[in-house]
């Protein structure tokens, strides 16, 4: 039988990068085909040239046996090629539907389509409204946008990139049932993922890449999360352990933390109790867009409140406080954007060690240290294992991945008393999430608290003494992760609203 | 960012912003501006290699030329430097023209008034009363912006004209000299707080070194104080000076005190050097000069330098087509526009190039 997809010899190379070589490809009909590999692998250039964003310079494409030339994301789409990107561009200002609308190839007047939307997104257990605005939309809530609108032009082949990443157990469970009634319908999937759990459930075959080349393909149901990860990062993959502790004294407490919010999309948080002891790594679950955003911004400083006694740090009252002066009580904060909060995009990474760096004296009477600051940057880089071009390159010319390590590396070196982190490795590689799971492991062992909000759960999983569930601005009690069971958090996540 | 297609050509985004437009910018635009004018002249019937050497090459054949050039320089650099600070941290503030003012009638003011009294303090007390002037005067905006989140930069440009009226009435009113006959003006300033001439034979006086001397600081302020890296962060990503803990009302007051402070400066700089009393008109659109100027010199204080002499020479070459060629005095303003427009279009290719459109590009 022809495949559906074939791609033979691809190759494309940016300067002296070759970003794919010699790249084999068959997906059949109805096939769910993993492609996996760590970030910078070349999965996304792969699926870049498939959609039409990029030519290859090299091999040929076959489409159900005719060979092709995909010019563009248009011609993708008409062949019968849809695709979910990982990062969303959606229009701020318009409802869902007309987003929608705007990325459709045909001309479905608003009723008609807002029908379609329901109908698709009813059928595949992704819940949306369509006539709400992006504006204020959570990424996860941005994801199942892109889902319906892809699955609303009937794609032959539809290509995933990342597609579980934001959702909940019960959700990811409803995403395969949907997956698996497609593939069944006869729509071929490429699922790129570094999930291997997931891609050994979910897939029937598994091509992995690693350095822009093809290193195997398998039948991942017959193989081990050891030899897959083999195959893909070429050795042994460490596992984080996380040796029980006595945890010390209170470090962050939150009491009865009520927020209300301006923004006609946020979430209004709802009498927030928790505390952070030194030695212990506590997490909070949940689905984005539950009050994660507002809560940090609350901790943080940035959105300070009314209540100096509603957040303590370190034993002070801290309600009150700007960020600045939260550090200075010993709070640290890796924020979920890296670029354009944690970091300025334009300036040098030495540059940007001076946002937080008042601590380590890079600051001192009013005048900036840049000796120290180079000197800061360049240990950190060192000693995090970043991959950059020195102190001096400029934040936005790293990888997501190296830019985390670097950032949450300048925190960590900052000696925080209480570390809280946002979405620590999220889009980040498996090497590179491994090493920054295990900083905050070692900073939690050398006595930190530290407090995780993040929306994987098998990662909350694997680094948290404690868990606790966010939904409608609430947050559940924090209970050992040790008694809580994968699907216990996920009820929580999607518990209805509170009556307050 | 999407490419745009002029046919034959397309606009689309650069992979990094390129270093060579970065610098080259600015000295195109002047090039273009160049070009246009010469055309400009053409068109209106003038021979235009005579008429730039009227412009471009005669003022500057005499000391004095030379010191017209440093003397009008001097009230556009101190006015860019400070809106260059404000502008690096996205604080609009257009309304140097109305601070000038401000800081032209608060000095002249101590020094009319309290003279007698302040003895040889009069001087420096002079200075720092414009300095404030033009603060209070830039206080309103940034007040407003921090209270009710209002526009500064309508609010400052609003303000021009009040400070202007404002001036007007006290010239024409409670600050004119009884002795002036009738003149709307006020008394002189007195002979020992006025700024004396430099060199022999040229109006040149002290204020271009102060000038020079804030520029070296300014660059020192922006580069090495934590105060101005707070700025430039709140300029570059309000979020990451969030982040950070920089306050954004801090950035704003201080932002639009420096802009005010240093076009008070330039104001009673102006009134004690070249002028020596108040009068209805005290600047030919400095403060908006300056704004093209900060852009010109790419909000650097190096920059802001070059391009104040640039500046100024147009003023200068504006006048001596004026006296020589009968031209209309707006053919300054007609350079100085056609400056910035020139200069906000080669910006664009420090972000975008232009490639030639193929067959078959998608």
């Given amino acids: 039988m022809t495949p559906r997809l074939r791609l033979r010899g691809i190759g494309k190379r940016y300067g002296d990068l070759a970003a794919n070589d010699d790249i084999h490809l068959e997906v059949a009909a109805g096939e769910i085909h993993a492609v996996l590999g760590e970030n910078g692998a070349g999965k996304s250039t792969l699926m870049k040239i498939i959609y039409g964003v990029t030519q290859p310079d090299q091999g040929t494409i076959e489409w159900e046996g005719t060979e092709v ?68 939309m959570s990424v996860g809530e941005r994801q199942r946008v892109e889902i319906v609108r892809c699955l609303l032009q009937s794609p032959r082949l539809l290509i995933m990139d990342e597609p579980t990443s934001v959702l909940t157990p019960q959700a990811v469970r409803a995403l395969f049932d949907t997956l698996r009634r497609l593939s069944d319908e006869g729509l071929s999937i490429l699922y790129i993922s570094h999930k291997l759990d997931e891609i050994r ?127 200075r009580l010993g709070l640290r904060f890796v924020p979920e954007e890296r670029l354009g909060r944690g970091t300025v995009p334009s300036l040098s990474l030495a540059d940007n060690c001076l946002l937080t760096g008042e601590a380590a004296g890079l600051l001192r009477r009013g005048v900036v240290h840049r000796a120290a600051a180079r000197l800061f940057a360049r240990e950190t880089i060192r000693e995090f294992g970043v991959r950059c071009d020195g102190e001096l390159s400029a934040a936005q010319s790293l990888s997501g991945g190296n830019l985390q390590k670097f950032i949450v590396g300048r925190e960590i070196r900052l000696a925080p008393r209480v570390l809280l982190v946002a979405q620590p490795t999220w889009g980040v590689d498996v090497n590179a999430a491994l090493g920054v799971r295990q900083s905050l492991i070692d900073l939690r062992n050398a006595g930190c608290a530290v407090l995780v909000v993040s929306e994987d759960l098998d990662e909350l999983f694997s680094i948290c003494d404690r868990l606790a569930v966010i939904a409608h601005g609430a947050l559940t009690e924090a209970l050992p992760t040790a008694q809580l069971a994968t699907e216990t958090i996920g009820l929580w996540m999607t518990a209805s609203a509170p009556h307050a | ?132 002037g033009g603060m209070a005067w830039a206080a309103i905006p940034a007040l407003l912006r921090t209270l009710f989140n209002t526009s500064e930069i309508f609010v400052s440009l609003m303000l021009v004209y009040i400070a202007q009226l404002f001036l007007s009435f006290l010239v024409h009113g409670p600050w004119r000299d009884p002795a002036g006959q009738n003149f709307p003006q006020s008394k002189a300033l007195d002979d020992s707080v006025l700024l004396q001439p430099l060199i022999e034979g040229t109006r040149v006086n002290a204020g271009i070194l102060v000038a020079l001397g804030l520029a070296l600081l300014f660059w020192w302020f922006g580069s090495a104080t934590a105060a101005g890296f707070r700025l430039r962060v709140s300029g570059l990503s309000p979020l990451a000076a969030r982040y950070a803990g920089f306050s954004q009302r801090g950035s704003i007051w201080l932002a639009m005190l420096l802009g005010g402070g240093m076009a008070g400066l330039a104001g009673i700089f102006e009134v004690a ?45 504006g006048e001596s087509a004026q006296i020589e060629l009968q031209l209309p005095a707006s053919v300054t303003g007609l350079f100085q526009g056609t400056l910035l427009f020139f200069l906000l279009a080669a910006e664009l290719f420090i972000h975008f190039r232009l490639r030639r459109v193929r067959q078959g590009d998608p």
Avoid at chain 1, 98 to 116: C, F, G, M, Q, S
Avoid at chain 1, 205 to 217: H, N, Y
Avoid at chain 1, 282 to 308: D, H, T
């Fill in chain 2, 1 to 132: 960012m999407r490419s745009a297609v002029f046919w034959p050509l397309r606009l689309e985004p650069r992979a990094r912003p390129s270093r060579p437009m970065r610098v080259l910018s600015s000295p195109l635009a002047a090039l273009a501006m160049l070009l246009v004018g010469f055309a400009v002249l053409k068109f209106l019937g003038q021979d235009a290699v005579a008429a730039f050497r009227v412009f471009f090459v005669e003022p500057f054949t005499s000391l004095y030329g030379v010191g017209e050039l440093l003397l009008k320089a001097t009230p556009l650099m101190l006015c860019a430097l400070g809106l260059a600070a404000g502008y690096r941290a996205n604080v609009w503030n257009i309304g140097a023209e109305g601070q000038f003012t401000l800081g032209a009638i608060a000095g002249s003011g101590v020094a009319l008034f309290l003279g007698g009294e302040l003895g040889s303090l009069t001087f420096p007390a002079m200075l720092l009363a414009g300095v404030l």
């Fill in chain 2, 273 to 317: 050097g070249p002028i020596g009393v108040l009068q209805p008109v005290i600047s030919p659109g400095y403060g908006f000069a300056a704004i093209i100027v900060a852009f010109v010199g790419r909000l650097h204080p190096l920059g802001i330098v070059l391009a104040s002499l640039l500046m100024s020479a147009l003023y200068l070459g």
């Fill in chain 1, 69 to 136: 030339t995909i010019a563009s994301p248009a011609q993708a789409r008409s062949l019968g090629i849809g695709m979910v990107f990982q990062h969303f561009a959606l229009f701020e200002t318009l409802t869902v539907a007309e987003n929608i609308a705007l990325a459709l190839d045909e001309d479905l007047k608003p009723a008609v389509l807002a029908a379609r939307i329901n109908e698709v997104s009813h059928r595949y257990g992704l819940p949306i409204d369509p006539e709400r605005l992006t504006h204020g």
């Fill in chain 1, 201 to 327: 459930e979910l897939c029937s075959r598994a091509t992995v890449l690693r350095g822009g080349r093809v290193t195997g393909t398998a039948a991942p149901a017959t193989e081990t999360n050891a030899s897959l990860a083999r195959l893909m990062v070429g050795g042994e993959l460490k596992e984080c352990t996380l040796t029980p502790r006595e945890p010390g004294e209170v470090r962050l407490q939150i009491q009865s933390l009520s927020l209300p919010t301006d923004d006609p999309f946020g979430t209004r948080l709802v009498d927030i109790n928790l505390s952070v002891r030194s030695g212990e790594i506590v997490g909070i679950a949940g689905v984005s867009g539950n009050g994660q955003k507002e809560l940090l911004a609350a901790i943080s400083g940035e959105q300070p409140g009314r209540e100096p006694a509603a957040i303590r740090i370190d034993g002070r009252d801290a309600g009150t406080l700007g960020p600045a002066q939260r550090r």
